[in-house]
């Protein structure tokens, strides 16, 4: 079993349409997620992170983490044409490598207008 | 300001030639990091540096050679390369305060590298 398991889609949606994107994980020492939206041919954008359980929101994103089903979320509202990329799950052991980031596959989302 | 920059866009190269990748970033970071993207993969870390100093090499081949010449700049040395080497160089820096880093990590554009 892979540390973190995220579905590769593709997922295609209409302009407006609420989009859920999704990553699990097995390492229980994971404390820290990242969420991160990547542009073709583009270097990764750091969205949003969060370190607890609950969730945490910026506009029209919002990131869930929950720690006991190891389960993370990244919710777009209105989603528009300009938020077509991917998006990276990324974790983080705080204690173990202060430095490392576990990455999920992807996810290549498509907004259609 | 939360802006790396990368140095070329993009770069052709035989496998007999020496080049450089160069990354900047004036945020105040003092930890910087190389990873290598393959299309449709999500990053692989290569190189660590923190305060100057390599923090971790993950088991990059020696035809890889990194430098920090200063708190704002890393280099990527390349020579020698191979096909399979061909990839998307990413550079990255974070915070060096104590906690958690990882999850402070600036990602620049990336240099496109490709090998024949």
């Known amino acids: 079993q892979k540390e973190v398991e995220q579905d590769p889609g593709p997922l295609s949606v209409p302009e407006g349409a609420i989009v859920s994107l999704n990553c699990t994980y097995s390492?229980?020492?994971?404390?820290?997620f990242m969420w991160y939206r990547q542009y073709s041919r583009k270097g990764p954008e750091l969205l949003m992170y969060?370190?607890?359980?609950g969730n945490k929101e910026d506009g029209r994103f919002t990131a869930q983490v929950d720690k006991s089903s190891k389960y993370i979320s990244l919710f777009i509202r209105d989603s528009q044409p300009s938020d077509s990329a991917t998006y990276l799950c990324?974790?983080?052991?705080?204690?173990?490598?202060?430095?490392?980031?576990?990455f999920g596959k992807g996810t290549l989302l498509t907004v259609n207008p | 300001d939360t802006e790396v920059t990368q140095t070329p866009k993009h770069l052709v190269m035989g496998m007999t030639n020496k080049k450089s990748l160069k990354c900047e970033q004036h945020?105040?970071?003092?930890?910087m990091y190389w990873y290598k993207q393959k299309a449709k993969k999500p990053p692989e870390l290569m190189f660590v540096?923190?305060?100057?100093?390599?923090?971790i090499n993950e088991s990059v081949p020696s035809r890889f050679s990194p430098e920090c010449p200063n708190s704002s700049l890393l280099n990527l040395h390349l020579h020698a390369l191979q096909p399979e080497d061909s990839a998307l160089y990413l550079c990255?820096?974070?915070?060096?305060?104590?906690?958690?880093?990882?999850?402070?990590?600036?990602f620049g554009p990336g240099t496109r590298l490709l090998v024949l």
């Open positions: 990255a820096s974070s915070q060096e305060d104590g906690l958690s880093r990882a999850e402070t990590q600036y």
């Open positions: 390492n229980s020492a994971f404390q820290y």
């Open positions: 969060t370190y607890s359980s």
């Open positions: 990324a974790m983080s052991d705080p204690g173990g490598s202060n430095y490392k980031l576990t």
């Open positions: 945020m105040g970071h003092r930890a």
């Open positions: 540096y923190s305060y100057e100093k390599l923090s």
